[in-house]
Every structure is written in C-alpha cells, then in structure tokens.
C-alpha cells in the first residue's frame, strides 16, 4: 500500500512564507511526475505546480501556474521519496487545502495518488 503524506501548512500573515513536504512511503519502485494541487472552500481543486522524473538535469522539470509564478518553487528529493513546495509572498487568494499527488508504479502496479492535505490559511 502506498500513502502520501503532506506536512507544513498552518496559518501564515500576508507576504510570509510556508514550504510544504509530502512523504511518499510504501512498496513503490519509483515515482514519475509529482504535483502539488489546491482547493479552496468552494471552489474546484486546481493545479498549482508539477515536476517530472528526471530531466533539467535530473532535477525535473517544472510547471507552474500563473498564479504562483515566482512566488512558489516546487522540488524533489529522488532518493527519499519526498516532494516539497516553497511558498513565498503568500496572499490571501493563496488559502485552500494543498494536496500532493504522485504516479506511483508499486506492487499494485501503476497508480496515481493523493494525499490527505494540508490546510494553509493566509488572512486578508
């Protein structure tokens, strides 16, 4: 069985920072492309960032939404299973619940997976 487990979010003043973590543990053989997604009360769960398996030099490559653009930077730690995302210059319109979510080839064979979330709170 594989989980996804997400950490880091709280609540944060305007123009803060959060960096969120998610663990991916289980009977995985590897992990392809990783994302961080939000849904705010109301609203529809949208994507914020994603990062592939491998290229940019191993490091993955990343996608963006407008909306975070240079403001949040998502990353991967290959080795421990690990997906994390930097959340700087938060903004109110930035609060929803962050779910990271994985394409995890396992004993199961390939899935794709969600965490729990993380509630990340920005007061206006």
């Known amino acids: 069985q594989v989980q996804l487990v997400e950490s880091g979010g709280g609540l944060v003043q305007a123009g803060g920072s959060l960096r969120l973590s998610c663990a991916a543990s289980?009977?995985?053989?590897?992990?392809?492309?990783m994302g961080w997604y939000r849904q705010a009360s109301g609203k529809q769960r949208e994507l914020v960032a994603t990062?592939?398996?491998?290229?940019?030099?191993?490091?993955?490559?990343?996608n963006y939404a407008d909306s975070v653009k240079g403001r949040f930077t998502i990353s991967r730690d290959y080795a421990n299973n690990m997906l994390f995302l930097q959340m700087n210059s938060l903004q109110p319109e930035d609060t929803a619940v962050y779910y990271c979510?994985?394409?995890?080839?396992?004993?199961?064979?390939?899935?794709?997976?969600w965490g729990q979330g993380t509630q990340v709170t920005v007061p206006s």
């Open positions: 990062i592939s398996s491998g290229g940019i030099s191993s490091g993955g490559v990343t």
């Open positions: 979510n994985a394409g995890v080839n396992s004993l199961s064979g390939y899935r794709n997976y």
């Open positions: 289980g009977s995985i053989f590897s992990i392809n492309a």
